[in-house]
């Protein structure tokens, strides 16, 4: 059972990123996925919510308009697209499921977005 993370990096105001996650060891269309952050001296917080089949979806209000999160059941895949990065963005980001009661995270990924 594991979350494996990908993307992130450096980025200048007004660019994008895309954060990957793959999942292994989870029958993956019957989880939804989170996408959390955490900037440094915060709690972490959640970005973005899709549901099992993708077919709803939930953004924080600083996200919304900007960031997209999508799956791709057939490949064990999550992704959280972000445009528009501000750099109040800044935060290590990390992907979530939660599978028979259990919480399962990434192992992060950082996104500083600084010019």
């Known amino acids: 059972v594991l979350l494996v993370q990908s993307g992130g990096g450096l980025v200048q105001p007004g660019g994008s990123l895309r954060l990957s996650c793959a999942a292994s060891?989870?029958?993956?269309?019957?989880?939804?996925i989170s996408w959390y952050r955490q900037a440094p001296g915060k709690e972490r917080e959640l970005v973005a919510f899709i549901s099992k089949v993708g077919g709803y979806t939930n953004y924080a209000d600083s996200v919304k308009g900007r960031f997209t999160i999508s799956r791709d059941n057939a490949k064990n895949m999550a992704y959280l697209q972000m445009n528009s990065l501000k750099p109040e963005d800044t935060a290590v980001y990390y992907c979530?499921?939660?599978?028979?009661?259990?919480?399962?995270w990434g192992q992060g990924t950082q996104v500083t977005v600084s010019s």
């Open positions: 979530k499921v939660v599978s028979a009661g259990l919480v399962y």
């Open positions: 060891g989870f029958t993956f269309s019957r989880l939804d």
